[in-house]
């Protein structure tokens, strides 16, 4: 069988479209408009880049953009100051501290510092501890989009059968919480599970997220089931840098159902949903309805 390939691309596209509608609404009716505020310590490369497209689809997205960049040796105290300011202010209703951060900087610390209905990012301890029990939180986004996606292929949820592989605090544990709370049946395994491949073969759904490049081969994959390989690994193959994930794409798509590509799949929703996060941080703040669609 061929399986059916989940564009996150244009899933990613359809979501952003949802945020801007809901953005021009909140202008419109109650003069509010959302603001997203990233913080950027020191110049790697990958982190720019990133940061940028982040800014260019707040803006897209008709909310404010505040970027803070800040040195490399950039003192613990002057980034907890900047963080606290951003806490302060009325205008800011997300606040994201780009990972990761120069060595000599305390990362929970600072991402704990961050007051928990503007930790868009979902990391914050308070935020983990609400996601965990099954109360209202801010969501880590790339969960959040491999659960959107699920979501809109499957409808519901209910009694499926998933494995998550990684038990990373980013996605493994915050992705098993989710479907917890659709109601699946969640395995969380990892590079120590004993009988890996067995464990994977009885999932309806699988959410590889383990950062090994294509550590899951074909014959892991139940017929039928649905592949959501949160990897990005670069490697080299015939003399050319290339992105793949952590599940072999080429064999899964022969018994999977549905799987989502690398690149293309869970990355473009990644960013989609800070700016959905930063929506739902807005709407809570100002006691307004959420938008229908873009939260767990």
Known sequence: MAANIIDGKAFAATVREKVAGHVARLKEEHGITPGLAVVLVGEDPASEVYVRS????????????????????????????????????PSVHGILVQLPLPGHLNEDLIINSIAPEKDVDGFHISNVGLLGTGQK????????????????????????????????????????????????????????TKDLPDVVR??????????RPEM???????????????????????????????????????RAGAITPVPGGVGPMTIACLLANTVTACCRANGLAEPEGLTA
């Open 54 to 89: 982040k800014g260019k689809q707040t803006v897209e997205a008709g909310m404010n953009s505040f970027e803070h960049k800040m040195d490399a040796d950039t003192s613990e105290e002057d980034l907890l100051a900047v963080v606290e300011k951003l806490n302060n202010d």
């Open 216 to 254: 899951v081969p074909g014959d892991w994959i139940k017929e039928g089931a649905t592949v959501i390989d949160v990897g990005i690994n670069r490697i080299e193959r015939d003399g050319k840098n290339k992105l793949v994930g952590d599940v072999d794409f080429a064999s899964a798509a022969e």
């Open 202 to 211: 009885r999932a309806d759904i699988v959410v590889a997220a383990v950062g």
């Open 137 to 192: 939180s801010m969501v880590p986004c790339t969960p959040l989009g491999c659960l959107m996606m699920l979501r809109d292929y499957h409808g519901s949820l209910s009694g499926m059968d998933a494995v998550v592989i990684g038990r990373s605090n980013i996605v493994g544990k915050p992705m098993a919480q989710l479907l917890l709370g659709d109601s699946c049946t969640v395995t969380i395994a990892h590079s120590r």
